[in-house]
């Protein structure tokens, strides 16, 4: 392997993207790599991706790396950590075999992944998952006592301006193929015409996509500028400990915001919002449910999801996947089927019309000279 490129470099995978480039080399320092994380790298295409931690570990199924690989993207893993000391942003980096260059000067080396060390990786976690769900359980239950009255309703919420009572309230947060199903639910969308909370980089999908978020809601840290500038309400999430770390940003930015004080995830303080103000369906795209998308996010358990789940189920629906489960592309058949359907009352009609009759005597004339019929 010989490449050469400029380096992006972040601690953090979803401000690196921000920067990020085609044909950049992207440096990160990233454990087990998510899947939301790999798409966005992978709808960027760098030519190369530099991890100062290992791209899986094998304590669970992350399948991350796998994607990027699958896309053609190479990953060199476990460089040194130093990596980020040696080398500046858009500086010309140059790597051979498993090792960095910066002009001739060797920076750090690392190892180069194949998609057969993922395999035999995923293999490991396969096995490892028995003991991480039984962890994942009892912190699920430990974390439910401790924020219970998140479903006894003694949580106080901020005043919107909004009005979502009785209306559909459509919830996009940064999940799986949370941009394929957006656009999958466009036609819901325009009809229904639903208010539209963004969690955090949630809202830039919706800008993406043409729609204006209502509200934004969420840390504030993975939502760009232009979308926390395009009128919505603002909502900061803020924790326990009476810390709000996304509202120094929107106060820099003199944007009005109110922070909003309950435990748990940001999408599960968009439902709580949509609940209390009386919603009659939530649709959620790109949501976090299950474990693997919870150790994915560095959490242990998911008590507050759990218990905001059990008090909004009854009106809450799970878009998270309809992509896959609904296909807009019309196959090649049914094209033909639909053309032939369509010309043949057309050629009825121009066959008994007495205008066409003498047209299509002169055909059947020719045909019969042609073919000495």
């Not at 439910?144 to 003694?154: D, Q």
């Not at 820099?252 to 303080?269: I, K, V």
């Not at 649709?283 to 242990?300: P, Q, T, Y």
Request: charged share 25%; aromatic share 6%.
């Amino acid at each position: 392997m010989n490449i050469k490129g400029r380096a992006r470099l972040d601690k953090r995978t979803k401000n690196l993207v921000k920067r990020l480039k085609r044909n950049d080399i992207a440096i990160i320092k990233h454990d087990d790599i998510d899947e939301v994380a790999a798409n966005s790298i992978i709808d960027i295409k760098p030519q190369l991706v530099i991890n100062a931690e290992p791209s899986i570990t094998g304590k669970y199924p992350a399948k991350g790396v796998y994607k990027i690989l699958k896309a053609g993207i190479p990953v060199l893993d476990e460089v040194e950590v130093d990596i980020f000391d040696k080398i500046r942003e858009g500086q010309l980096i140059t790597i051979k075999d498993n090792q960095v260059f910066l002009g001739n000067k060797l920076i750090t080396s690392g190892k180069i992944l194949t998609l057969e060390d993922v395999v035999q990786k995923l293999k490991e976690a396969n096995s490892n998952i028995g003991q991480a769900l039984d962890n994942f359980v009892d912190n699920t239950l430990e974390y439910a006592k401790k924020e219970k009255s998140i479903l006894l309703g003694n949580i106080e919420v901020p005043i919107l301006k909004t009005n979502m009572l009785n209306r559909h309230v459509l919830i996009v947060v940064r999940g799986s193929s949370y941009k394929e199903d957006l656009k999958t639910i466009n036609s819901y969308i325009q009809e229904e015409k639903p208010v539209i909370i963004g969690v955090d980089g949630g809202a830039d999908a919706l800008i993406e996509c043409g729609l204006v978020p209502d509200i934004i809601v969420g840390d504030m840290d993975s939502v760009s500028d232009e979308s926390l500038k395009c009128g919505a309400e603002l909502i900061v999430h803020a924790y326990a400990d009476g810390t709000a770390p996304g509202m120094e940003r929107l106060i820099e930015m003199n944007l009005e915001a109110q922070p909003f004080y309950m435990p748990g995830t940001s999408e599960d303080l968009a439902m709580i919002l949509a609940w209390e103000y009386g919603a009659s369906l939530m649709v959620a795209v790109g949501s976090h449910s299950n474990m693997i998308d919870f150790l994915e996010k560095g959490r242990k358990g998911m008590g507050s999801t759990f218990l905001v789940r059990l008090k909004v189920g009854s009106i809450l629906v799970d878009a998270r996947g309809v992509s896959q489960l609904y296909k807009q592309n019309l196959q090649t058949k049914y094209l033909i089927q639909l053309l032939v359907a369509a010309l043949v009352p057309i050629l009825i009609i121009l066959w008994v019309s007495p205008a066409t009759k003498p047209f299509f005597r002169l055909i059947w004339l020719q045909l019969k000279i042609l073919f000495s019929m």
